[in-house]
């Protein structure tokens, strides 16, 4: 049985932009990954980007959080309503979480060996304007901060639903909790943007029914604007607002989840490839039970005829020989019955 990952409505943004790319276009050698790539997430709304494998999704996050230097297009973001634009195109990592996009990895990447809360709490205290000396004195001030981002990491916690396990080491969550754990982290440092790459790779269907949960109140409570890709497209359909579709480094489709599904271009690089495929295995699979149906019919139907021909033979065989053998013990019979007569008209005539 598949749970279903149905949610209420994603929120469709202001329609005004706060993070946006602008032909983005990035290559490694002769490789072009990202092929003039243009993307626009609406403020307080939910975007998905998809695509098949190597599309270049996530070197896409990567040239958006700093990962990658993009050769050639712009990229910019607006913290708030109204404020300045910020180039983020060339900006380190840290730079750009510190400026409000925040992201989680494809693949976990926590701090193992840290307890639950260590990992989101140093998340939230990248917000905590403090120097070394500070800390190192343990100054007022430094620890009213360090309490605050305490209190800040466990209420992320609380949030993303792992309340009464901020002790345990992060290698020991499951493998579900540890994707939440990652999404707690990614929240702790107040982020205006969040980018989740691929955050239900590896969960069962229950948990992304919970996932799907959490991102629609990532997105209505917090405020938060998504940039989400995923495979699912049960998920994707259940909270996106809108989609972009990339098929080798290049934006074949924008719209709703409903006209995406019915774009043509992405039924056949996308969506239509493996179904068509699946159905003619399917086909393919039913036509030769059939022949082999019929080939065991006709096997069964000529070793029939052939027993019932051999049983036939047989008879003939045996009543040929039944006529043999009587025409035989007849003969016989005779010649003991005409030699008897004959000794006894021998035995008359000598009495005589």
Known sequence: MTTSTQTVPAGTGTGEPVLRAQGVTLRFGGLTSLDDVSVELRRGEILAVIGPNGAGKTSLFNCLTGVYLPQEGGIEFQAEPGGSWLSLRGRKPHLVNRAGVSRTFQNIRLFNALTVLENVQIAAETRVASGPVGIMLGLPGNNKAARAARHHSREMLDFVGLRGKESLIASGLSYGDQRRLEIARALASDPKVLLLDEPAAGTNPSEKLGLAQLIQRINTELGIS?????????LVMSVASRITVLNFGKVIASGSPAEVQQNPAVIEAYLGSG??????????????????????????????????????????????????????????????ETDTVAGTDADEEGSK
């Open 226 to 234: 998504i940039l989400l890709i995923e495979h699912d497209m049960r």
């Open 275 to 336: 179904a068509v495929a699946e159905e003619s295995v399917e086909a393919e699979a039913e036509a030769e039970a059939e022949a082999e149906t019929v080939t065991d019919v006709v096997t069964e139907t000529v070793t029939e005829t052939e027993t019932v021909t051999e049983v036939d033979t047989v008879t003939d065989v045996v009543t040929e020989t039944d006529v043999v053998e009587t025409e035989a013990v007849e003969t016989e019979t005779e010649a003991v």
